[in-house]
């Protein structure tokens, strides 16, 4: 454990034995591990003998110039988890200013950044940075079965980043929403696919105890709408969705009415049954979550690789990347990239496929039917 105090806006590290880091925190907006490698945000400095920690003020001292520390990515997620626990302190004691503006929740963090560039200020867009297709649900509303997640998503699925910053993405978006306000309308994006709708079962289930008006966008049903021609496949997912098309479905859905209570605890009850599960894998059927076998994929993912091979004059191997593409524009439903990948790699483990390369991300190796 990082020991840690406060004295606004700095927040002081002891790094044993007698090395202080202090932060200068001057934002309301949550930080990650990554935002925490701006050295303009750092000063060092040193405990003189006879001082103590708890004495020391910084205000009284000169910073250690030319001097690099280390710190593992455990001790970083740590102080990132400290000093966003002050800033969202600070965000209930000071209320900087008003919240204003509708609040816009969406299960993706590059549809939040459509958003974003989208909709007209003021707005708050909290992207939530999870794929609620796969990986275990039990109890993921709590500390437990967040961590039971984690635990299983950070051994099988290889995610682009560091696996403390899931983590903290994950809290900061739960911090984002216990911190809405009650005075804003709440609207809740997304589309016909097992990820978004298990997410917005659980962003209703989290504003449980909000009192908003809470709205829900259905982008799959409003393209059908406004801009689908008859000979046009529909859009199953928001990612599908360029920014002049969300904000132009955000105008339209103006004078839409809220969700009545009761469906509010139609979504919540269908949450709950959500979270006793354990299984790893979702998809949208018939207009409903189900929950399915863990290998679902699998033999679709053996054929097209079959079919990759009917095209080559020898059979050889093909890039695990182009494998995914392939499946994932050959359907009309959602599948989550990240999980085609996973069990691509459990096809090689049990001997179905030949590897080629080293199996971090799908572009780094490649496999072939045996």
């Known amino acids: 454990m990082v020991k840690t105090k406060i004295n606004d806006p700095f ?15 001057e934002t309301h907006t949550y930080v ?3 935002d925490l490698m701006d050295p303009s945000k750092w000063e060092a400095f040193e405990i003189e003998q006879g001082e103590t920690f708890e004495t020391f003020n910084r205000k009284e001292k000169q910073p250690i110039e030319g001097t690099s ?25 000071k209320k900087p200013e008003k919240q204003v503006g509708a609040v816009h929740l969406v299960v993706s963090e590059s549809v939040a950044g459509s958003l974003r560039i989208g909709l007209e200020r003021p707005k708050t867009v909290i992207g939530f940075p999870d794929a609620f297709s796969i990986g275990p649900l ?16 950070l051994e099988n699925i290889n995610f682009e980043q560091e696996d403390d910053e899931y983590k903290g ?16 309308p709440i609207y809740i994006w997304g589309g ?43 859009i199953f997912h928001t990612g599908q969705l360029d920014a002049e098309k969300l904000q132009q479905f955000f105008e339209n859905s103006k004078k839409d009415r809220p969700l009545t209570q009761e469906l509010r605890r139609q979504y919540q009850s269908e949450w ?30 053996i054929e097209t690789l079959e079919k990759l091979h009917q095209k ?11 494998l995914i593409g392939e499946i994932v524009t050959q359907t009309d439903e959602f599948i989550n990239y990240l999980y085609l990948e996973y069990r691509i790699r459990h096809l090689v483990y049990s001997g179905v496929f030949e590897l080629k390369g080293i199996p971090k991300s799908m572009r780094h190796y490649s496999v072939k039917l045996r």
């Open 312 to 322: 080559q004059e020898t059979k050889d191997f093909v890039l695990t990347g182009k």
């Open 11 to 25: 927040i002081y590290f002891l790094l044993e034995p007698t090395t202080v880091l202090v932060y200068r925190n």
């Open 138 to 153: 039990w109890k993921l509303e709590e500390k437990t079965g967040q961590s039971f997640r984690e635990e299983w998503l």
């Open 69 to 93: 520390f280390f710190l593992n990515q455990e001790d970083m997620a740590e102080i990132a988890e400290e000093i966003n626990e002050h800033i969202q302190k600070n965000r209930h004691l």
């Open 32 to 34: 990650s591990v990554s």
């Open 192 to 234: 016909d696919n097992a990820e978004e709708q298990t997410g917005l079962r659980f962003f209703l289930y989290m504003l449980g105890q909000k009192t908003n008006e809470i709205f829900l966008l259905n982008t799959t049903k409003l393209y059908e709408k406004y801009f689908a021609a008859e000979d046009e496949p529909a």
């Open 169 to 184: 993405k994950f809290t900061n978006a739960l911090r984002e929403i216990e911190d809405i306000e009650n005075q804003v």
């Open 272 to 301: 709950e049954e959500l979270s006793k599960t354990k299984e790893v894998l979702r998809v949208w059927i018939d207009g409903q979550i189900r929950t399915v076998a863990e290998d679902y994929f699998d033999s679709m993912i």
